[in-house]
């Protein structure tokens, strides 16, 4: 049974994200085999087909996105600040940073924007959600979750993005921040007692250290430990993902439900 939601939290129909693709923007959440002993069951999800973003999210959009163009602090934080008060928290994530995310890293690709604009999204947005995810009051008694990036993925604006998700869905969340190495990241596990584990895997997508990385990781954590992966890249590291058992998601949609179940 979930943990019980905030009220400003809000019902989930968004677009599908983890952050731009290959690039800067984002990036969105991710044993030796035969070191530890599999007992849980893969979380089945519903294929639904995304729900393109309502003419007002894309105002926020686009909004967003001049503002972070013209490197303007305080014309995106209230642009933020806006799409929250019209959405609400979950839909201004589903549908005004998930996408913006998505955006900024198809523009990186271009030419369009450069790395300082992708650091400063990131900065700025990252604060902004911590704030406004205070008012949820996670308790002590709270179900854990660390969230964070292996070795050699430097994108967080996905990781950031899931840590408010969760944050809004009443996990406790420690976000420990991009490129750690897996005995960190499982030292945080076990230190914060948490029973989740999510990971963003966004760029690069031919990583030749990561599928080894990503097994000596399992191998560091409890038996019990459920891993969340998500991001772009992830598909291109499947194998290792099942060799570990982690529950691989699409976009955010599929995220906010592994963690409603999870939880």
């Known amino acids: 049974m979930a943990p019980e939601r905030d009220a400003v939290a809000f019902a989930v129909n968004g677009v599908p994200i ?10 969105a959440v991710a044993g030796h085999e035969g070191a530890y002993e599999e007992d849980r069951q893969h ?4 294929e639904r087909a995304p729900i393109a973003p309502a003419p007002e999210s894309e105002f926020h959009l686009e909004a967003c996105l001049l503002a972070i163009k013209a490197l303007d602090q305080k014309k995106l934080e209230e642009e933020l600040t806006r799409s929250a008060l019209s959405l609400g928290h979950q839909g201004m994530i589903m549908r005004v940073v998930a996408p913006l995310a998505q955006k900024l890293g198809y ?18 947005i990252r604060t902004f959600l911590a704030n406004i995810s205070k008012p949820f009051g996670i308790t002590d008694s709270a179900p854990g979750i660390v969230i964070a990036t292996p070795v050699g993925q430097l994108h967080e604006l996905g990781a950031v993005i899931v840590s408010a998700t969760a944050s809004s869905l009443g996990w406790r969340v420690t976000y420990l921040g991009t490129n750690l190495p897996a005995a960190e990241i499982a030292g945080a596990v076990a230190q914060n007692k948490a029973t989740v584990l999510g ?34 890249a992830s598909g291109a590291y499947q194998s290792a993902l099942t060799d570990i058992g982690a529950h691989v998601c699409s976009d955010i949609r599929q995220c906010y439900e592994v963690l409603e179940k999870l939880g």
């Open 18 to 27: 983890f952050g731009p693709e290959d690039g800067p923007g984002g990036d």
């Open 43 to 46: 979380i089945q999800l519903e």
């Open 107 to 124: 523009l990186w690709r271009l030419g369009e924007i450069t790395g300082a604009h992708e650091h400063f999204a990131s900065a700025l």
């Open 199 to 232: 990971l963003s895997i966004v760029f690069p997508e031919n990583d030749p250290n990561l599928n080894d990385e990503l097994c000596r990781l399992r191998s560091f954590l409890p038996a019990r430990t459920e891993i969340v992966v998500g991001g772009r």
